[in-house]
């Protein structure tokens, strides 16, 4: 009788059918929600739009797996907003089910659903969970890789070695922060003698191969074009020319802790505090070191020059789950409560439009967070029909916003943009792809601009005003100066 019972077939879990329940109704959510919302692109998602038009190995700022995404999602689902947003939208809920998979390995399937989740609903996945960009990839290739890692150090099988070396390149190939995860590895493998002499298998060494041998392409990309992604990191980190703007490390700081949610980023500070006392918890090492340093390495940014709140995105998410470990040493009370806030804080974000429409009032411009996303699409259908009467001509512009939105809002029209470069080393994409350079002198353009058009005019040998545009949304305000400028002299 006994064997019988010890025989018997284990009952399925309801926990990851729960979970993918509540996924995919979050996902259709959020897709309802983007028309419902009245927004269009952001200037980065219209700019990987416009990537997605000639995939490549390489762009300015990024590698170029955003592209490759959009390039998939708008081929099967066609160029609108939704399609093009779709890849990132659907990369968060895959973060939460990785979550849970990485929290059953390491804890048990009550605390990974917990995690998933908790991940579903940080208030920088609710954020960034409307739109794509390079974080999705990135969160999704950075769990990915810890998954691969630790099974590969326990049960030492190829698939796992093979699994990381994917996981690794493929996050390069998403963000460049991707190379701090070997950072994060090389940690986890010195705290403990066992892992450590996981630095002599020879299998180690061939997914690290592996992994460079994907990122290659790219890095022969960055060397036919003179490097501009590091000449663009370089800048944007104020590594040229001196720091030249104060550090911002309380605004950083305030920025994870919004990233996680009031309760959750308590949890996590608890966490920390368990770092000596539990250090031999494999478990517990393995969440610190995929967090813990990255914030670091960011945070001494923040101290000696300027960080932006995402650039220590993938920590979130192991920070995450080392809150709810710790919050599940408590009553459960107090994780639903740190859960709780951040869904009240997603629906006060996404609907606070909707209060106000209730309550007969215009949103003031102050809350309205998307408002960067609103008016190009207005603007767009304004500048239709000038452009339309020069239909030889070059459409020109001083910066990649107008460049990138009006090139997908007018996608249909297949005009050729045109970005002014007057210095020698290009300052964005369209000024290294797209540039108007000595090969256009003579020809006519049609300016774009928000700003004074003067200094453009002066390169050519006569200009015309042909209208000025306005849209008043509202909380936005855009307007546009469009100008007839013939015959190019070129920059001197």
């Given at each position: 009788m006994m064997q019988k019972v010890l025989g018997a077939p284990r009952t399925p879990s309801f926990r990851p059918r729960l979970l993918l329940a509540w996924l995919l109704a979050l996902t259709f959510y959020r897709i309802w929600l983007v028309?419902?919302?009245?927004?269009?692109?952001?200037?980065?998602?219209?700019?990987?739009?416009?990537?997605?038009?000639?995939?490549?190995?390489?762009?300015y700022s990024k590698p170029p797996v955003i592209a490759w995404l959009i390039a998939a999602s708008t081929a099967l689902f066609g160029d609108g907003v939704v399609a093009v947003k779709l890849a990132g939208m659907l990369l968060y809920p895959a973060c939460a089910w990785l979550s849970f998979v990485l929290g059953?390995?390491?804890?048990?399937?009550?605390?990974?659903?917990?995690?998933?989740?908790?991940?579903?609903?940080?208030?920088?996945?609710?954020?960034?969970?409307?739109?794509?960009?390079?974080?999705?990839?990135?969160?999704?290739?950075?769990?990915?890789?810890?998954i691969a890692l630790r099974r590969a150090l326990v049960y030492d099988r190829w698939s796992d070695w093979l699994l990381l070396a994917a996981a690794l390149g493929l996050g390069v190939l998403s963000k460049?922060?991707?190379?701090?995860?070997?950072?994060?590895?090389?940690?986890?493998?010195?705290?403990?003698?066992?892992?450590?002499?996981?630095?002599?298998?020879?299998?180690?060494?061939?997914?690290?191969?592996?992994?460079?041998?994907?990122?290659?392409?790219?890095?022969?990309?960055?060397?036919?074009?003179d490097f501009p992604t590091l000449h663009h990191t370089a800048d944007i980190t104020h590594v040229e020319g001196g720091n030249s703007k104060h550090g911002n490390a309380g605004e950083f700081l305030l920025a994870q802790a919004a990233s996680l949610g009031p309760l959750l980023a308590l949890a996590y500070l608890a966490g920390l505090a368990l770092i000596w006392r539990k250090r031999r918890d494999t478990r517990l090492q393995l969440l610190h070191c995929f967090s813990l340093p990255l914030f670091g390495i960011v945070l001494l940014q923040?101290?000696?020059?300027?960080?932006?709140?995402?650039?220590?995105?993938?920590?979130?998410?192991?920070?995450?789950?080392?809150?709810?470990?710790w919050l599940s040493r408590l009553r459960a009370r107090w994780w639903l409560a740190a859960i709780g806030?951040?869904?009240?804080?997603?629906?006060?974000?996404?609907?606070?439009?909707?209060?106000?429409r209730l309550r007969g009032l215009a949103m003031p411009a102050k809350f309205d967070i998307l408002k960067r996303a609103r008016g190009w699409d207005s603007l767009a259908?304004?500048?239709?029909?000038?452009?339309?009467?020069?239909?030889d001509a070059i459409i020109l512009a001083n910066n990649r916003t107008l460049i990138a939105h009006m090139s997908y809002e007018l996608r249909d029209l297949n005009l050729r943009f045109a970005a002014w470069k007057p210095q020698e080393r290009a300052q964005d994409h369209y000024q290294l792809s797209?540039?108007?350079?000595?090969?256009?002198?003579?020809r006519s353009a049609v300016l774009l601009t928000q700003t004074d058009a003067a200094s453009i005019a002066e390169h050519f040998a006569t200009q015309e005003k042909i209208a000025r545009i306005s849209v008043q949304g509202p909380t936005v305000?855009?307007?546009?100066?469009?100008?007839?400028?013939?015959?190019?002299?070129?920059?001197?």
């Open positions: 028309p419902h919302l009245g927004i269009t692109l952001y200037v980065d998602e219209a700019q990987y739009w416009t990537w997605a038009q000639q995939l490549d190995w390489g762009y059953k390995e390491l804890y048990d399937e009550r605390i990974a659903l917990r995690c998933a989740l908790t991940v579903s609903l940080l208030p920088f996945v609710s954020a960034l969970g409307l739109f794509v960009s390079t974080d999705a990839p990135l969160l999704f290739f950075w769990l990915l890789g810890m460049y922060t991707m190379l701090a995860f070997a950072a994060c590895a090389a940690l986890y493998l010195l705290l403990d003698a066992g892992r450590r002499r996981q630095l002599g298998n020879p299998r180690l060494w061939v997914a690290i191969g592996a992994a460079a041998l994907i990122v290659m392409p790219n890095i022969i990309w960055n060397w036919q074009h923040a101290l000696r020059s300027e960080a932006n709140g995402n650039w220590a995105a993938p920590a979130l998410i192991p920070a995450a789950m080392l809150g709810v470990a806030l951040n869904a009240v804080l997603m629906l006060a974000v996404y609907h606070v439009g909707d209060v106000y259908r304004q500048l239709r029909p000038l452009l339309v009467q020069y239909p797209i540039p108007l350079d000595n090969e256009d002198m003579g305000r855009r307007e546009l100066d469009v100008l007839l400028l013939q015959g190019f002299r070129g920059y001197r």
